[in-house]
């Protein structure tokens, strides 16, 4: 691409930037690479009579060893998501976890009961945003509460954000930011879902912790800020990139250098992605897309 092309197309991303929004009445589609293979139609059928268990369970087991709440955590990658988990597994008493990604829909609906000793059930994947609609109605006829914590971040921290899976390579694909960012839209307002900010996460975890305490009305046995002290074997931490303490030195990542190809790509394939981190609150407009009009992007 030209300089003059690039120019152009910054320009026209920029003008355009305030009426892109894409605020959905409807559900969005789940993109299909998120689609559970396809079953053979007796494994369909045991997977039915084992879903029809499962309820009878949630709906009739004594009071006492039914699993009341399940607490949902998904939202956009590199976002969170996995610190939300090690900070909630490490802190919370009288819960069931996994230690590393679980569908919150295969646990709801197939997992047998006997298996979850507690009343609070714990679960982290990032995609769980597609499926928000369906957890709820498979629970809302068992007795069961649920609750959805939406992880999100600047986009371009987000877009620029490695994974220690893949370091050599930009985590997240725009497809699937774009994705998510729909779900996001659609999602974001409803009653059982607590929309978190990494950001705040991060420079607040006494606070995050407050606003959780409030929703869940959980026990806890030490702080989030602590989670670092006892994050058990077998947690996956792949998504921490490491084990931690808390702190802010990811946040505006996105501004370095090294970064500044990628941001133009990203503007380029995503024209929505100005108004998406105003919608988001990271700006105020789409200003600062000018820094990346400039002549020094060759053929």
């Not at 629970?139 to 600047?154: C, E, P, W």
């Not at 899976?165 to 729909?182: A, D, G, I, T, V």
Request: net charge positive.
């Amino acid at each position: 691409m030209s300089q003059l092309e690039l120019q152009n197309n910054l320009s026209k991303t920029l003008s355009e930037a305030p009426s892109r929004g894409m605020e959905l009445g409807r559900r969005p589609e789940i993109p299909s690479w998120d689609w559970e293979p396809k079953r053979s139609w007796w494994r369909s059928i045991l997977e039915h009579a084992k879903r029809l268990s499962v309820a009878c369970s949630d709906r009739f087991s004594a009071a006492e060893r039914r699993l009341k709440t399940h607490l949902v955590l998904c939202g956009f990658p590199r976002s969170g998501t996995s610190l939300m988990q090690a900070m909630a597994e490490t802190a919370v008493t009288g819960a069931n976890v996994f230690g590393f990604e679980m569908r919150a829909l295969r646990v709801a609906t197939r997992m047998r009961r006997k298996y979850l000793k507690q009343p609070l059930l714990i679960t982290k994947r990032t995609n769980d945003i597609f499926y928000i609609d369906d957890i709820r109605a498979f629970y809302s006829a068992n007795q069961v509460d649920v609750k959805f914590v939406v992880l999100i971040r600047d986009p371009r921290d987000v877009l620029t954000s490695f994974h220690s899976s893949k370091p050599n390579e930009y985590y997240l694909s725009p497809e699937r930011w774009r994705s998510l960012y729909e779900h996001y839209l659609y999602v974001r307002d409803q009653h059982d879902v607590l929309v978190v900010r990494y950001e705040d996460l991060v420079r607040d975890p006494d606070a995050i912790q407050e606003r959780l305490s409030t929703l869940m009305n959980w026990e806890l046995k030490q702080s989030f800020r602590d989670f670092h002290k006892s994050v058990p074997e077998g947690f996956e931490v792949r998504g921490l990139n490491g084990i931690r303490p808390v702190d802010t030195k990811s946040i505006g990542r996105w501004k370095q250098s090294q970064h500044r190809e990628r941001m133009i790509d990203m503007l380029l394939v995503l024209p929505e992605l100005p108004s998406a981190i105003v919608e988001m609150g990271y700006e105020k407009d789409a200003a600062w897309v000018h820094d990346y009009a400039i002549a020094d992007h060759q053929n």
